[in-house]
C-alpha cells in the first residue's frame, strides 16, 4: 500500500497552466481507469475535482482537465487563478479493493 | 442534499480506543459502500477503511490492520470505525467519506467535516 508519488510543489502566475503528475504502478493507477483529484484548502474538507481519470463533477470549472498514460496520471489547471491555490490530492483504486492517495502537491500561485 | 456528520473524536490516551459514527443523509445509505480516510495534522490524506453495501467485506491499511474495526448499521444510516490499541500516531482528523458509485468505493464525491482523534497521555 505505498502512496501514489506527487511532486511536493507546484507553481504558476495567474492566467498560466500547470501540471500535476502522480505515478503509481500497474496495480493501481495504470490497471484501472479510477484516478481522482481533490482539492483541499487550510482547514477544510478535500473537494472532488476529476474522477474516472478525465471526468469533471458538476459545478467544477472546465479549467481544471485530467488525463493518464501508464502507470502516470495528469491534472492540468489552466487559466490559473489565485482560488486555485490549494493543496492537491490524487488517489487511485488498487487490485487489492482499497484506495490509495498521493503524498500531495501544494500549488502556489505567484 | 448529502450529508455526512461524523461524531465521537477526542482525547483518549495511548492504548485506549474509540467509536466513530458518521450519519449519513440526503441519498440512499444503503446502496452505497463507505470509507474512512484520515489525515494527521499537517499531512496528507490516508485511506483507512472501505465497508461493502451489506457489510460483509471490509477492508483495511496494513497501518490500521488488526486495531480498527469498520460497520454499518444500514437501518440507521449509520456508519461506523471503533478504533483499539491506539497510538500517538492515529492522531489525525478522520473523514467519512460517499463514493460516486454504489458498489466500487473508486473515489470519493462527498466528506463529512471530520472528527479530531487526539492520541496522548
Known amino acids: 500500500q505505498s502512496a501514489l508519488t506527487q511532486p511536493a510543489s507546484v507553481s504558476g502566475s495567474p492566467g498560466q497552466s500547470i501540471t500535476i503528475s502522480c505515478t503509481g504502478t500497474?496495480?493501481?493507477?495504470?490497471?484501472?481507469?479510477?484516478v481522482s483529484w481533490y482539492q483541499q484548502h487550510p482547514g477544510r474538507a478535500p473537494k472532488l475535482m476529476i474522477y474516472d481519470v478525465s471526468n469533471r463533477p458538476s459545478g467544477v470549472s472546465n479549467r481544471f482537465s485530467g488525463s493518464k498514460s501508464g502507470n502516470t496520471a495528469s491534472l492540468t489547471i489552466s487559466g490559473l487563478q489565485a482560488d486555485d491555490e490549494a493543496d492537491y490530492y490524487c488517489s487511485s483504486y488498487t487490485s487489492s479493493s482499497t484506495l490509495v492517495f498521493g503524498g500531495g502537491t501544494k500549488v502556489t500561485v505567484l | 442534499e448529502v450529508q455526512l456528520v461524523e461524531s465521537g473524536g477526542g482525547l483518549v490516551q495511548p492504548g485506549g480506543s474509540l467509536r466513530l459514527s458518521c450519519a449519513a443523509s440526503g441519498f440512499t445509505f444503503s446502496t452505497y459502500a463507505m470509507t474512512w480516510v484520515r489525515q494527521a495534522p499537517g499531512k496528507g490524506l490516508e485511506w483507512v477503511s472501505v465497508?461493502?453495501?451489506?457489510?460483509?467485506?471490509?477492508y483495511y491499511a496494513d497501518s490500521v490492520k488488526g486495531r480498527f474495526t469498520i460497520s454499518r448499521d444500514n437501518s440507521k444510516n449509520t456508519l461506523y470505525l471503533q478504533l483499539d490499541s491506539l497510538r500517538a500516531d492515529d492522531t489525525a482528523v478522520y473523514y467519512c467519506?460517499?463514493?460516486?458509485?454504489?458498489?466500487?468505493?473508486?473515489?470519493?464525491?462527498?466528506w463529512g467535516q471530520g472528527t479530531l482523534v487526539t492520541v496522548s497521555s
Open positions: 467519506a460517499k463514493p460516486p458509485g454504489g458498489v466500487v468505493a473508486s473515489s470519493i464525491d462527498y
Open positions: 465497508i461493502s453495501v451489506s457489510g460483509g467485506s471490509t
Open positions: 500497474s496495480s493501481d493507477v495504470g490497471g484501472y481507469n479510477y
